[in-house]
């Protein structure tokens, strides 16, 4: 499914993991959001135009300001906030993998 | 690479199971969950508190460089059968999460292998849910500390 695949690229980027961590809790401008990042204003405006394609996020328009956020339902068919947790655990048990056996090695 | 610890989440359920394969006897891969030196060495964190027996409690704590405390968890075991199963209740400190149950099931697969199976049991399917996303942030922020180890390293 190539829609999955795009949201695979899309949330492979720190930048991008980032910004949808700040959308969780609250919908923001694009200067809001670049506000928050030490990237250029461009860079930022990249990032959005690609999770917004990949329907991670969706723009609002308010008066003359568009407000970005979450598109809750994709986020939530996806299971890729459990990838990150899963990362978390295969590092801890490499390394009690890696200490074990020297510690084997030892005795 | 391929990852070798597999977390099985169903939608709207209130668990998780992870699962994962050690090349290591199981009385290694045991020793490594009861004995608080080996914990703090792949955990990395602080062991406060282990008391491997039954209505033992634990605590353990991780401090940042500024020795500020940025993980306290805390319980207490309600198993602790070497080498099989250790059941704990588990609770990160000022966080809305609740407490979890957490049974731990080590199983031996061959002389040098065995096998590790976590399940773990939140109160709602939506505190799970917040849970399984806090990683997100802060393996942004590990991968950052890691990648600083690196580099200052280099230097």
């Known amino acids: ?107 | 690479m391929e990852l070798k610890t597999k977390i099985n989440a169903e939608d709207g359920k209130h668990d998780i199971i992870i699962t994962r394969e050690f090349d290591l006897p199981l009385e290694l891969l045991f020793r490594a969950f009861a004995e608080p030196e080996l914990i703090e060495q792949w955990m990395g964190n602080k062991v406060l508190k282990f008391e491997a027996k039954k209505y033992g409690g634990w605590h353990f704590e991780k401090t940042d460089d500024k020795g500020n405390i940025v993980f306290d968890a805390s319980g207490v075991i309600h198993e602790f059968s070497p080498n099989q199963k250790i059941t704990r209740t588990f609770e990160m400190a000022n966080t809305p999460f609740g407490v979890q149950l957490e049974v731990t099931a080590f199983e031996k697969l061959t002389d040098d292998t065995s096998r590790l199976n976590m399940h773990v049991i939140y109160e709602t399917v939506e505190q799970r849910d917040e849970v399984l996303k806090l990683p997100f942030k802060q393996g942004i922020n590990w991968a950052h500390n890691r990648l600083e180890e690196v580099v200052s390293k280099l230097r």
């Open chain 1, 1 to 107: 499914m190539n829609l999955r695949r795009d949201v695979f690229q899309a949330i492979a980027d720190p930048t991008r993991r980032a910004i949808l961590l700040l959308l969780a809790s609250q919908s923001l401008t694009a200067g809001a959001i670049a506000s928050n990042f030490d990237t250029a204003r461009p860079t930022v405006s990249k990032h959005l135009q690609i999770l917004t394609e990949c329907e991670l996020l969706k723009q609002e328009q308010s008066g003359r300001e568009v407000h970005y956020h979450i598109n809750a339902k994709n986020m939530k068919a996806i299971a890729d906030f459990i990838e990150p947790f899963r990362q978390m655990w295969d590092d801890r048990f490499n390394k009690l993998q890696t200490l074990m056996k020297e510690f084997k090695s030892k005795k």
